[in-house]
Every structure is written in C-alpha cells, then in structure tokens.
C-alpha cells in the first residue's frame, strides 16, 4: 500500500508543479486567455483531494475487492457532485469569473483525473 501511494504521489506531485508553471507562463505571457486568477487554490483544492481520495481507494483495495468497486463508484459520483456544486455556488457568486474559474476547474480536473485513473489501473 504504502509504494504505490508514494509512487502516486510522486507523479501527482509532478504533474501539479508542471501544470502550475504552465498555468503561470499561460497568465502572463497570454493574459487574454481564460484563466481564471484563483488557479493556485483550483489545482490545491483538487490536489489534496485527489490524494485523499486515492489514499482511500488504495486502503479499499487491499481489504476486499468488492469493497473498492463499491467504494470507486460512490467516490467518482461524490466527487462529480462536489465539484458541481461548487462551481455553481462559485459561478452564482461571481459571475463576472464564472466562466474562466468553470474553465480552469474543467482543465486542471481532467489532468488530475487522468493521472488518478492511471494510476488505479496500474493497481491492477
């Protein structure tokens, strides 16, 4: 458990760097992309999210099976729900940010994510 959380990590700690260098050189380099000024607490948030939801996949796992298919699909179902309402509430609070914060939190979620899947299957 403990090798492929800190392999994990290692990769997601990676990609998190890469995509928070690139976001800054993205804002100051083309300030007329869409981009939203909170992107360091966007990539944060779901940072330390995703870690703590892959922690406890990683515990499911090794205790049954059955357990983890049940845990992953309420987990990735929890996770949809979370983040909509959150960018919802975000959105109706600031409109005049809705769209590049919807836009930053859609791009970082789909790196994380694609990262998080590799490394679920690599479980296997």
């Known amino acids: ?9 290692k ?6 760097l ?5 976001s800054f050189i993205v804002q100051k380099v083309f300030p007329n992309i869409l981009i939203s000024r909170h992107w360091p607490w966007i990539l944060l948030f779901l940072f330390s999210f995703t870690l703590y939801i892959y922690w406890l996949l990683i515990k499911q ?11 992953l699909m309420l987990v ?14 975000y959105s109706w609070l600031n409109r005049d940010q809705a769209i ?11 790196i994380i ?12």
Request: hydrophobic share 55%; proline share 0%.
């Open 11 to 16: 990769t997601i700690v990676l990609v998190v």
């Open 61 to 71: 796992y090794n205790n049954k099976l059955s357990r983890f298919t049940n845990t």
């Open 100 to 110: 590049s914060f919807a836009l930053t939190f859609f791009v970082y979620y789909i």
């Open 113 to 124: 994510t694609f990262v998080e899947i590799k490394a679920l299957l690599n479980l296997t």
């Open 76 to 89: 990735n179902f929890g996770k949809l729900f979370l983040y909509t309402i959150l960018i919802a509430v």
């Open 18 to 22: 890469f995509t928070g260098v690139a």
């Open 1 to 9: 458990m403990k090798s492929e959380f800190r392999k994990f990590l």
